[in-house]
């Protein structure tokens, strides 16, 4: 099974709509940009308003022939500013992933360990 991925959101520069992904030169295809932009914002932090006990969410979204599974990671603070991340895996339309929360928890959580161990170019080759 194909999967592309793109981990997105707040960054330690600021809002990305790729800080990393399985795009060459993390270059997103046209038609998944709305689905990775910052307008996301309001709703991560209105989520993280309403739930502080859970710092996860997530949405599936179809657009033309792919798939968007996305789980948005809140409830944390990059300095003293509320701020989110996401990671977002990609499949064909007619592809299924049998425990898209599992894989999603293993992406952001890689994510989350490699960001945290200092690394900048990150690798999901085991999570994917």
Do not use: C
């Amino acid at each position: 099974m194909k999967q592309n991925y793109i981990i997105w959101g707040i960054s330690d520069t600021g809002y990305k709509e790729a800080i990393s992904s399985s795009y060459t030169d993390n270059a997103l295809p046209s038609e998944f940009k709305a689905s990775v932009s910052d307008k996301h914002r309001t709703i991560a932090n209105y989520f993280s308003q309403e739930n502080s006990d859970n710092d996860y969410f997530y949405s599936i979204e179809s657009i033309g022939n792919n798939v968007l599974y996305t789980i948005y990671r809140t409830n944390w603070y990059r300095d003293n500013r509320l701020s989110y991340d996401a990671a977002t895996i990609i499949v064909g339309k007619n592809q299924i992933i049998e425990n898209a929360l599992h894989s999603l928890k293993l992406l952001i959580n890689s994510y989350i360990t490699q960001k945290e161990s200092g690394v900048r170019e990150f690798n999901f080759e085991n999570v994917l």
